[in-house]
């Protein structure tokens, strides 16, 4: 099992009104850390893009990361090609104790300081194999964790659980997760790519006419994305603006709804689904304007992929997307759940240029804030919080002697630490 680790490893926002926030200085560089990233879902998509660009941004920085995830699947192949270490995990249920065991060892093996667990399954298995190192867990989504005592668990016994958003930092709270344990660090994405549009043989293959207005739309087809209220906003838009095209990019158990829905809609020559796509940031560089029809939401990292292109933005309000969309400054907010305002939005930025050019001025200037490098850095600062105050309850149990620091004397009538 040790020789199947790929070896060849190269070498903010504003203050949050929920939780109190720490301040470390802009000049301080963290002490590197051995970090384990558990993802161990099948396919791509935003979680798996953003566990692969942050374990790259962190091995700039000098961290050493390795990735556990399913053989095969999108996230090692393309963490291998990028010369990211990979180790082979394929547990067979959240609780899976063999793939458990191999994990541990490893751990204990390679040194394993930090245990970031990318998923809520990742998050169980870490919860059995970490033993001696530090769990870190993201939560991406922004509805509550399981009510069963074992999902409340496992969240709990984490060192730190990182919100990627103030509303997801709410759900974990009103789940009774403390907030001391939570720190809001936004997804971030690589801002140095280099992105040409797809051309229009690839546009025409998909359905799209020459010059034809286009809305993209980068989603999942299942019930959080709400692709069915996109469906329904598109029939608003084809109605003001009889030759625009959309175009959908993703897969998931809707997609039969979301066909039933088109045909019933009238939009068969309108609204195209492309399937899951290679290319869709290709894709997403061709659109006048990107959409997002989610009725939840952590964050929505396609709209900060957006921002980056200039894009004008047509999105509904849940979740984090305010967090990334300034209604009316770099894209038009909705309601979820209302096809016909989300089409009105939509409509009115395929008529009005002057608003699409001054949207995507303002998100141009606005991307830079989601940057890979901002949250990697911002995860180090967690990573070294959590091992410092390991060293620290370490010290005060072999010298009991020396005075404990301020951040962890306990207060009148707490019990003294353990």
């Known amino acids: ?15 949050s009104s929920l939780l109190p926030r720490r301040s470390p200085s802009a000049r301080h560089r963290p002490s590197p850390a051995t970090v384990l990233h558990i ?80 998923t809520a399954h990742a998050a169980s298995i870490a919860m059995l194999c970490a033993r001696n190192a530090q769990t870190v867990i993201t939560r991406r989504v922004d509805f509550r964790v399981g009510r069963d005592w074992i999902s409340k668990l496992k969240y709990r016994r ?81 109605d003001s603006v009889p030759k625009a095209h959309a175009l959908v990019i993703g897969d998931g158990p809707l997609r039969s709804a979301v066909e039933r829905a088109i045909t019933e809609s009238r939009l068969d020559g309108h609204v195209h689904l492309a399937g899951y ?48 969309v300034q209604d009316g400054a770099c894209g038009l907010l909705s309601p979820p ?21 001054r949207f995507a001025i303002a998100g141009r200037a606005r991307a830079p804030t989601f940057s890979v490098e901002r949250t990697a850095s911002r995860t180090a600062l967690v990573y070294e919080r959590v091992t410092a105050a390991v060293r620290q309850r370490t010290e005060a149990r072999v010298f009991p002697w020396a005075p404990i620091p301020s951040g962890l004397r306990p207060t009148r009538g707490a019990p003294s630490p353990s």
């Open 337 to 357: 759940e209302d096809g016909p305002a989300l089409g009105l939005a939509i409509s009115r930025l395929l008529m009005d240029n002057a608003l699409r050019s």
């Open 39 to 118: 993802d161990t879902e099948r396919g791509w998509r935003g979680g798996e893009r953003q566990v692969l660009w942050l374990a790259q941004s962190l091995v700039r920085s000098g961290n050493e990361c390795v990735i556990a995830a399913r053989p095969g699947e999108p996230l090692a192949l393309r963490a291998e090609e990028l010369g990211l270490r990979v180790f082979p995990c394929t547990p067979r249920w959240e609780f899976d104790p063999v793939a458990a065991i191999g994990l541990a060892r490893f751990i204990e093996r390679e040194g394993i300081q930090i245990v970031h667990a990318h």
């Open 158 to 238: 984490a060192a730190a659980v990182i919100a990627i958003s103030e509303a997801v930092a709410r759900a974990l709270v009103a789940s009774g997760i403390d907030s001391s344990q939570i720190e809001v660090i936004p997804s971030g994405v690589d801002l140095t790519r280099c992105i040409a549009p797809a051309d229009t043989r690839t546009l025409r293959l998909l359905g799209i006419p020459e010059n034809a207005p286009l809305v993209v739309m980068v989603a999942a087809l299942a019930r959080h994305k709400d692709p069915l209220t996109f469906v329904r906003a598109m029939r608003s838009v084809v």
């Open 277 to 324: 796509r290679s290319d869709a940031d290709a894709l997403l560089a061709a659109a006048d304007v990107v959409a997002l029809s989610s009725r939840e939401e952590g964050l929505g990292t396609v709209l900060i992929d957006a921002l980056w292109m200039g894009k004008a933005i047509a999105a509904t309000r849940a979740g984090g997307i305010p967090e990334i």
């Open 1 to 15: 099992m040790h020789s199947a680790v790929v070896r060849n490893q190269t070498a903010r926002l504003g203050e």
